[in-house]
């Protein structure tokens, strides 16, 4: 099993849609964090979960929704998408409260979202 | 807010020589890491160096190594012995030491293509 497992790899959905993204991480780590990567704005921070409780949510519009049931899975569930949300979605997972040594974010190799 | 500037958007290299990606950061805090990820075709973040910012040390990683300075947050990378799988983007990223400010913020990239 991969560190950071995210699927599915593609997905084509239409603007009324509902999809859920998922992701899961096997590293023991216990933050974990939804990225959007597209040409206009690269690795844009969308929201993070630390201990399961969400500490960040990036000014992100309502038609994406977080889920983090537990330290190991993060959602993202997506409805009535617009076209510019195309982009890759990127899930990272890293620990928190920790040593000095453990502090980088592992990534999963995304999800490729196309909206028509 | 912290920001992460990369100001090289695209960089060439001729294969076997050495290249350096710059980045810069602004921040008020003291302690603090900073990290290169390289992210190839195939999409997979990879953690290529880590920086911690209270150690005055240049990190380095066989063919990769930092120049920190900490007063002029800067943080560039060099990369010696360049080989044809180093063509990837590059991403600069920014991490602080407080504990539950678990963001971890990002440069938008330096693409860097090889030159065989």
């Known amino acids: 099993e991969t560190g950071v497992t995210q699927t599915p790899r593609h997905l084509v959905m239409g603007m009324t849609n509902k999809k859920s993204l998922k992701c899961e991480q096997h590293l023991g780590h216990n933050a974990m964090y939804w990225y959007k990567q597209s040409a206009k704005k690269p690795l844009e921070l969308m929201f993070v979960y630390s201990l399961e409780e969400r500490v960040e949510n990036n000014s992100v519009p309502s038609r994406f929704s977080p889920e983090c049931p537990n330290s190991s899975h993060l959602f993202l569930h997506l409805h009535t998408l617009q076209p510019e949300d195309s982009a890759l979605y990127l899930c990272a997972s890293s620990q928190v409260f920790l040593a000095r040594s453990n502090t980088e974010a592992f990534f999963g190799q995304g999800t490729r979202l196309t909206v028509v | 807010a912290q920001t992460v500037t990369q100001s090289q958007p695209e960089m060439s290299v001729q294969e076997a020589e050495t290249v350096t990606l710059s980045c810069t950061y602004d921040?008020?805090?003291?302690?603090?890491?900073l990290f290169w990820y390289k992210q190839p075709p195939s999409r997979q973040m990879i953690l290529v160096i880590r920086?911690?910012?209270?150690?005055?040390q240049n990190a380095t990683e066989n063919r990769f190594s930092v120049n920190f300075q900490k007063a002029a947050k800067s943080f560039s990378l060099k990369i010696s012995d360049s080989q044809l799988g180093d063509a990837a983007m590059y991403f600069c990223a920014y991490r602080s030491a407080i504990e539950r400010d678990d963001k971890i913020i990002f440069g938008k990239g330096t693409r860097l293509h090889i030159l065989p």
């Open positions: 921040t008020s805090e003291s302690d603090y890491y």
């Open positions: 920086q911690e910012a209270y150690k005055q």
